[in-house]
């Protein structure tokens, strides 16, 4: 129901079914929203948006900061500076009306397993509470892309945000590709759903484990500081040379994966798995969480042990699929490089500027590790914390 109403009749590339509406996207994805190039273009927003949450730390001047709230509004900036430009008038009218879509997504519709239960929506109104949050949203979009239409671009296409990008490639039929203005909507929909707390959320997780291992967290933060000794401020050039904050990152994703189920898959052929009939066409949900702390993969799945990632070839859904934090196959989140770029920097400069402790006095053993499940995998309680800013 949602990739129908919200999504403009599945115009979008997470979940659209297979056929040519969604390769085209998906190459669109690949070559150029998510290419090489172009996260590496948005580096500066990246920086610039971690260098003013680190501002607002400083201000508290040791009183507790809640930390889930300050990263979920770093992470909503920088992708809306990604996807709009810093001058747009819609950001916030946007951000609300993706908070109430966000809510719709994040809760469970009977049809999508049942679709012979559809009337169920109609008779609790959640079909009319979609259709008026699509339309509220489709009235901001609107209202986005006239902005786009209307300004003068100076030629080069790295000064491009994403929907000058997406309106470029419809206006000029690029890479033989026809783009309706529906597609560019429901793109820009999907990079929101996809990114906007994913990034915030994995940190939050990250800080959570670091204050309940101590050594842990004092063994990354040597490492940052040891290797960025000197320098006043953390550019992304200087992450390659912090590998065990690729460590913790990746066991995070591991114990805590943003999206514990996987988009949901759709059969193309009737096959036998494990004894069970899984006809053509049947929806298949993947659950990634449970894959990543079964023991017949994992030594020791329930213990945050980031020296596990130390010595593997694992990677991110490229060819174990026990690990696949982002998804696997054709399907794997076309905007890996940029959220990895995002929490590597943020999580830098979290741990290079500031030690941390909970409020009160409190152990690092009291800090509760509740999950609130929905689209992504939060903590059920903001993570509040008390940052010493390091000399």
Request: with cysteine.
């Amino acid at each position: 129901m949602v990739g129908k109403i919200i999504l403009y009749n599945y115009a979008d590339f997470g979940l659209a079914p297979y056929g040519k509406t969604w390769s085209k996207l998906r190459k669109i994805c690949t070559v150029e929203l998510f290419s090489l190039k172009r996260v590496m273009s948005f580096k500066f927003i990246r920086e610039e948006e971690g260098n003013n949450l680190v501002e607002k730390i400083m201000m508290a001047k040791g009183s507790p900061v809640n930390l889930s709230e300050m990263l979920l509004s770093l992470s909503n900036a920088t992708i809306a500076r990604a996807a709009f430009g810093k001058g747009s008038t819609q950001q916030k009218r946007f951000l609300l009306a993706m908070k109430k879509t966000f809510e719709y997504l994040s809760g469970f519709n009977v049809a999508d397993m049942f679709p012979s239960w559809s009337f169920v929506g109609e008779i609790s109104g959640l079909r009319h509470g979609m259709e008026q949050v699509h339309k509220e949203m489709d009235c901001v979009l609107n209202e986005i892309i006239e902005e786009h239409e209307g300004k003068k671009l100076d030629g080069d296409d790295m000064n491009e945000d994403l929907v000058d990008v997406l309106l470029r490639i419809k206006r000029n039929g690029e890479m033989g590709l026809s783009l309706t203005m529906e597609n560019v909507k429901a793109v820009i929909l999907d990079i929101f759903l996809a990114g906007s707390d994913s990034s915030s959320t994995a940190i939050e997780w990250a800080m959570t484990e670091l204050i309940r291992h101590p050594i842990v967290m004092l063994k990354a933060q040597l490492e940052v500081r040891k290797v960025l000794n000197g320098k006043r401020t953390i550019e992304e050039g200087d992450i390659s040379k912090l590998p065990y904050l690729n460590q913790v990152i990746k066991e995070t994703l591991r114990l805590h994966p943003t999206g514990p189920l996987l988009v949901p898959r759709l059969c193309r052929e009737t096959v036998e798995l494990a004894g069970y009939t899984i006809p053509v066409e049947s929806r298949v949900v993947i659950n990634a969480w449970a894959m990543m702390r079964d023991p017949k993969y994992w030594e020791d799945p329930e213990i945050f042990r980031p020296e596990r990632f130390e010595d593997t070839t694992l990677d991110f859904g490229v060819a174990n699929f026990e690990y696949i934090p982002f998804g696997g196959g054709r399907r794997i989140c076309p905007g890996i490089s940029f959220a990895l770029a995002s929490m590597e920097l943020w999580l830098a400069q979290l741990l290079f500027y500031f030690d941390w402790e909970l409020p009160g006095g409190r152990s690092p053993q009291e800090l509760d590790v509740e999950e609130a499940f929905g689209l992504t995998l939060t903590r059920k309680n903001d993570l509040c914390l008390v940052a010493t800013y390091h000399e």
